[in-house]
């Protein structure tokens, strides 16, 4: 609703020149630029440091989210604003936004591409870093307990070719389709049993959940 509105309301560059400033920075990896074009209720979540830190090792996925909230706001129906707009993406993430001191910025933490809060989080980000083969990422997403060496490249080594491929593939597509199935806590760990016989394994750790097991 209102998108063409949006895209002129309010003077400066209006909502799709803002996010193509956006994109601009993360394309020149700009994140202390970039910053300037967040929210201050995101801003008050973090440091800009940490912001730049984070924006810079995951510049890559900023920059296609980026683009694809540029080209979902541009359609008929893909903002829902007043003064605030949101943008539903393929993958379910809900990128929000918001306008202040007369120009459209970031009101989501679009540079925690990966998290792990919830077991239903973590479960979503082992399905987005399989798909961008962020080995790094998903060897985060292990439990410490697991950990041994470069687990990263050892992930690579088994899932990144060959039947090791095909079979984590064939798995996490159907994972994917079942992110939304019910996820059942008990106190530090947690199960999702979706698709039949298929069945995902968590653990809490530090306050993240981690991946026991998906099979």
Not at 9 to 19: E, P, Q, S, T, V
Not at 43 to 62: D, I, P, Y
């Amino acid at each position: 609703m209102l998108a063409l509105a949006l895209l002129s309301c309010g003077g400066g560059r209006g909502l799709a020149g803002d996010l193509a400033a956006m994109e601009g920075l993360a394309a020149k990896k700009d994140c202390a630029a970039l910053w300037g074009m967040v929210s201050a209720k995101s801003r008050a979540g973090t440091t800009k440091e940490q912001f730049v830190a984070s924006c810079a090792a995951n510049a890559k996925e900023l920059q296609a989210s980026l683009a694809a909230v540029r080209e979902a706001g541009g359609k008929k129906g893909g903002l829902s604003a007043h003064y605030t707009a949101t943008v539903l993406l393929k993958d379910g993430t809900t990128v929000a936004l918001v306008r202040e001191d007369g120009a459209w910025k970031l009101d989501s933490d679009l540079v925690d591409f990966y998290p792990s809060g919830t077991p239903r989080e973590a479960l979503a980000s082992f399905v987005k870093a399989f798909a961008a083969k962020r080995w790094d990422v998903l060897a985060a997403l292990m439990p410490s307990q697991y950990a041994a060496g470069d687990d990263a490249k050892a992930l690579e080594a088994q899932w990144g070719q060959g039947e090791g491929l095909a079979s984590m593939t064939a798995l996490v597509t159907v994972l994917g389709d079942h992110l939304d199935d019910k996820v059942t806590v008990n106190g530090e760990s947690a199960f999702v049993e979706f698709a039949p016989q298929h069945r995902a394994e968590l653990l809490r750790e530090n306050g993240a959940w981690r991946i026991v097991r998906i099979y």
